[in-house]
């Protein structure tokens, strides 16, 4: 299976149209465009997911003028994007047709293919403590790094074909929700990145 986007190149910077968050606060965040082939036979649905795995893992530096994330800092998974149930016929998604602004709180019931569910992304966690942003974000909501990181980010989205029509997650489900339901179920997988930052020495 192939995995392409019109809206960024493999390995390549992703544009900020496409992000969260940019030099001036909130960006576009809209989600890129996806195309995928080759998909094998017996497939009855996609799930789809979007991970950046550069986060720091120290949250207290984060934003920070006076202090740089070091590069050599512990990462962890960041999840920007979860989407199940994909029904087998669709092939692409078009840009900016899952999200397009930035919803504070959370978008509860973003838009996508007929039939696809969405789970929640980790803003949802990220935000819980700030009484102006808390809430439940469902859907794509895209880069925005630490302005003071060191590191060049990647965000990886991920289309499995797989051979159940409905995945069992339920609610508020999570990308960990969706690799436990997965496993035995993925016909096959295919990847693409692209890298973002807001640090100006980068």
């Given at each position: 299976?192939?995995l392409?986007?019109?809206?960024?190149?493999?390995m390549?910077p992703?544009?900020?149209?496409?992000a969260?968050?940019?030099a001036?606060?909130f960006?576009?965040?809209?989600?890129?465009q996806l195309?995928?082939?080759?998909v094998?036979?017996g497939?009855?649905?996609?799930?789809?997911?979007c991970?950046?795995?550069d986060?720091?893992?120290v949250p207290?530096?984060v934003?920070?003028?006076d202090v740089?994330?070091p590069?050599?800092?512990?990462?962890g998974?960041?999840?920007?994007?979860v989407?199940?149930d994909?029904?087998?016929a669709v092939?692409?998604?078009?840009a900016?047709?899952?999200s397009e602004?930035?919803?504070?709180?959370?978008?509860?019931q973003?838009?996508g293919?007929a039939g696809?569910?969405?789970?929640?992304?980790d803003?949802t966690?990220?935000?819980?403590?700030?009484?102006?942003?808390?809430?439940?974000?469902?859907?794509?909501?895209?880069p925005?790094p630490?302005?003071?990181d060191?590191?060049?980010?990647?965000?990886?989205f991920?289309v499995?074909?797989?051979?159940v029509?409905?995945?069992p997650?339920?609610?508020a489900?999570?990308?960990?929700?969706?690799?436990?339901a997965?496993q035995?179920h993925?016909l096959?997988e295919?990847?693409?990145?692209?890298t973002?930052?807001?640090?100006?020495?980068?």
């Amino acid at each position: 299976m192939k995995l392409d986007s019109q809206s960024f190149h493999n390995m390549q910077p992703i544009p900020a149209e496409f992000a969260a968050g940019d030099a001036n606060g909130f960006a576009g965040n809209r989600n890129p465009q996806l195309a995928w082939s080759d998909v094998p036979e017996g497939t009855r649905s996609f799930a789809l997911l979007c991970v950046d795995p550069d986060v720091p893992t120290v949250p207290e530096l984060v934003g920070r003028a006076d202090v740089s994330i070091p590069l050599d800092q512990v990462r962890g998974d960041f999840v920007h994007w979860v989407m199940v149930d994909i029904p087998a016929a669709v092939r692409d998604i078009a840009a900016g047709s899952c999200s397009e602004g930035f919803t504070v709180k959370g978008k509860l019931q973003p838009a996508g293919p007929a039939g696809a569910r969405q789970g929640i992304n980790d803003y949802t966690g990220w935000f819980a403590g700030n009484a102006e942003m808390a809430g439940t974000y469902y859907g794509y909501d895209g880069p925005y790094p630490p302005f003071n990181d060191e590191r060049l980010h990647r965000y990886f989205f991920r289309v499995f074909a797989l051979d159940v029509e409905k995945l069992p997650v339920e609610g508020a489900f999570t990308a960990a929700d969706v690799y436990r339901a997965m496993q035995g179920h993925v016909l096959a997988e295919a990847a693409i990145h692209g890298t973002y930052t807001l640090n100006p020495a980068l």
